[in-house]
């Protein structure tokens, strides 16, 4: 989440008179930096991990498994070790950072500092979750885990799904019929983030997620647990009326989405138009991913025919107005808005020859004084295009005390807006007054039970990255067909069962220094031009454009003849000599690198799961989550996950993560948990 003041927060009515001030001042601060860091160059590859943990209190009497609201003590506890523990703090591994997240029952932690561009620090990023893991376990009670769990299965029911009991009746910022007050860190920027999307959309938010349909699961499915009657909210009677669809899970509260957790990556640049590029590169990654790292198919209790956060997340925080959603003709608000301020990005931003205007195909509002005021300071049109994109939606949180700011040196007015446009990538200009450049951030990918595969994700976007920007790769596809894979991406199997629309040609000229590493197996590998390069250690951060090509602008292919649909192996593995798949694209960046032999198989094991989970020969966690529910023995074939499977789903998910429970389905046979000796650190 954004930045954490300390301060007066403003309802609704009275942050909206500030909105149009948040937004000048935030313009202004973006071109304060704009000015001072748009020709920034040179700065090395660092990089990053973000992993969210939920941290689970198990009652063993009881059978039950709960969410623990000791966030707060919890966090202090970490924060205030982290000066003791460098004493006997592994060498080689900066102090991790613990940080606060939407649930009160949730922790995100960080390395203490950024990885650089060495293959050693490529290979300390498992270690470094663990070491984070081991961190978080030791400062919580003997009955309290810290899961890496994608969305908690139980939040929601009737009863008890918390550790300790409030009543959802007390949620005075949601109006939900099913999660307290108590959910929502308690810091002031989260319930009146909770409330004011509310207030401004005009109604609670409303997610509705497909049921799946077992042998006994009721038809038509009418959720029996709704709190139908209830009124005490003026919202209540919203599920009766039509709120809530019959066949479907109904949510009703930002908790069920901010509540998740994820896992993401934010990669330094060169220069602004290196991180240009390696954004629009990943934008269409971003389902892809999605897909393959589906862990969370359970919803209130209910097996989903979804396997993905994604939905539910953007329904979460929609706080789009009736008249905003196309529900009403425009007469408050100025814009229709297609999307929720956290979906899938809307616009390639890239100036390289090889973004062709036909790519960015769907509707995009845009604040058109503030594109007018971007362009008139010299920024080209995409840039500004993104910005005043981004700067349609209101400020949702004002700080009475933070109003007034020095433009030059804060940036916090142009955060509220950045940092609330939650998309699948995110573009970040470097902080005023800091060493920091400009970065991108991958946000798509749902977090994985193991740190293995965490780690394994990691490296394979890193490198996947890497690849982009050394081979220039072309993955442009329209937005549209970025959109309509997000919506594959989370259906039930999506990985095995679906197909996605990819760029069936990836090279951006004629055969690039990609396809001949790739055919090549000499050990230096070839440049552009086809002269033998040396082999680096470090993967590098600078690279040149796309070169033109000889025919100069001119895109002879119609945009559709340019992609197809293939399947998940097929995207992962290659499927002919213009796609060879991006696990071979890696490969040949690879090529590129020196890499010890010792550090190459550990290379291999993390690209290597990431092959099984493409091909099928390992199940996705959402699979595998599925199929454990639905072999437990107190399942009774009616979508319903009880106290028991929770429970004894997340204590196998805590076994299976220590090694000492076997999945073979989901991981590779020779995984041994947290104690291997695979980037261990002996804690
Ligand atoms: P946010 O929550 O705003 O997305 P966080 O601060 O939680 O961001 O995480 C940012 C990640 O970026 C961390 O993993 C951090 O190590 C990493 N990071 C820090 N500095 C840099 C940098 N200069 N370049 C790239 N990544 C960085
Ligand atoms: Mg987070
Ligand atoms: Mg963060
Ligand atoms: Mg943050
Ligand atoms: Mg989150
Ligand atoms: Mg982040």
């Known amino acids: 989440m954004g930045l954490l003041y300390l301060g007066t927060p403003l309802v609704w009515d009275e942050a909206k008179a500030y909105a149009d001030h948040v937004r000048d001042h935030g313009i202004t601060q973006f071109l304060h930096i704009w000015d001072r860091l748009k020709d920034r160059h040179g700065d090395e590859l660092l990089w990053g991990d973000e992993v969210e943990y939920m941290v689970v209190s198990f ?119 099913f999660l307290p007050e108590e959910i929502t860190n308690p810091h002031a920027r989260f319930p009146t983030l909770t409330a004011n999307i509310r207030r401004r959309r005009g109604s609670k938010v409303a997610i509705n997620l497909p049921v799946f349909f077992d042998e006994k699961t009721p038809r038509p499915f009418i959720d029996p647990t709704i709190p139908w009657d209830r009124a005490i909210y003026p919202e209540d009677s919203e599920a009766r009326l039509g709120a809530a669809f019959p066949d479907h899970i109904y949510l009703d509260a930002m908790g069920f989405g901010m509540g998740c957790c994820c896992l993401q990556l934010t990669f330094q640049s060169c220069n602004v138009s290196d991180a240009r590029r390696m954004y629009d590169g990943l934008i269409p990654i971003g389902p892809i991913l999605l897909a393959l790292t589906a862990a969370s198919p359970i919803w209130r209790g209910y097996l989903a025919d979804v396997d993905c956060r994604w939905n539910v997340i953007a329904g979460s925080v929609d706080d789009r107005t009736e008249e905003e959603r196309g529900l009403k003709p425009l007469r408050t608000n100025k814009h229709r808005i297609p999307k929720s301020r956290y979906d899938s990005v809307d616009l390639y931003i890239s100036n390289d020859w090889i973004n062709r205007p036909e790519y960015n195909d769907t509707y995009l509002p845009i604040d058109e004084k503030i594109y007018e005021r971007l362009r008139s300071h010299g920024l080209d049109d995409l840039l500004a295009k993104h910005i005043s994109h981004l700067f349609i939606r209101d400020p949702l949180v004002v700080f009475s ?64 990255s890497r690849a982009i920007m050394a081979f220039n790769l072309n993955f442009y596809i329209p937005i549209s067909k970025v959109d309509e894979n997000m919506q594959r991406a989370q259906q039930r199997d999506a990985s095995t ?122 199940l996705t966690p959402a699979t595998w989550i599925r199929n454990f529910v639905r072999s437990h023995s107190d399942y009774r074939q009616d979508s319903v996950v009880s106290q028991t499977i929770n429970y004894d789903l997340l204590q196998a998910v805590d076994e299976i993560e220590r ?21 261990s650190i002996g804690l």
């Open 659 to 679: 090694g000492v429970r076997k999945a073979p389905d989901l991981l590779p046979t020779d995984y041994t948990g947290g104690d291997t000796d695979q980037g």
């Open 401 to 464: 005390e933070t109003v007034d700011q020095d433009d030059t040196s804060s940036s916090d007015h142009f955060e509220n807006i950045q940092s609330t446009n939650w998309q699948t990538l995110r573009f970040k200009p470097p902080p005023p007054n800091s060493p920091i450049g400009w970065r991108v951030e991958f946000r798509s990918m749902e977090v994985q039970m193991t740190d293995f595969e965490n780690a394994a994700y990691a490296v394979f976007v890193v490198l996947l």
């Open 59 to 177: 009652d063993d009497k009881e059978k039950n498994a709960k969410l623990s609201l000791r966030q707060t003590e919890i966090l202090a506890k970490l924060n205030a070790i982290v000066g003791d523990i460098c004493a006997d703090c592994p060498k080689d591994i900066a102090v991790p950072t613990f940080h606060p997240e939407y649930g009160r029952y949730m922790l995100e932690a960080t390395p203490g500092a950024p990885y650089t561009g060495s293959i050693h620090d490529l290979l300390s990023v498992e270690a470094n979750m663990r070491y984070r893991r081991t961190l978080a376990r030791q400062h919580l009670k003997p009955n309290e885990i810290p899961l890496t769990f994608t969305s908690f299965p139980r939040l929601g029911v009737p009863g008890q799904f918390t550790e300790p009991f409030f009543d959802p009746k007390d949620a005075i910022s949601s109006h939900s019929l």
């Open 497 to 618: 069962s679906k197909t996605f629309y990819f760029r069936k040609d990836v090279y951006s000229t004629n055969r690039s220094a990609a396809s001949s590493v790739w055919s090549s197996s000499g050990s230096s590998s070839p440049t552009t031009d086809g002269a033998p390069r040396k082999k680096t250690r470090k993967m590098e951060n600078c690279f040149t454009p796309p070169p033109l090509p000889e025919n100069g602008f001119v895109h002879r292919t119609p945009v559709e003849a340019e992609y197809e649909e293939m399947t998940m192996k097929e995207i992962m593995n290659g499927k002919d000599e213009n796609f060879p798949g991006l696990l071979p694209l890696i490969d040949a960046y690879l090529e590129t690198l020196e890499v010890e032999s010792q550090d190459m198989v550990r290379i291999r094991r993390y690209l290597d799961l990431v092959r099984r989970r493409s091909d099928g020969r390992l």
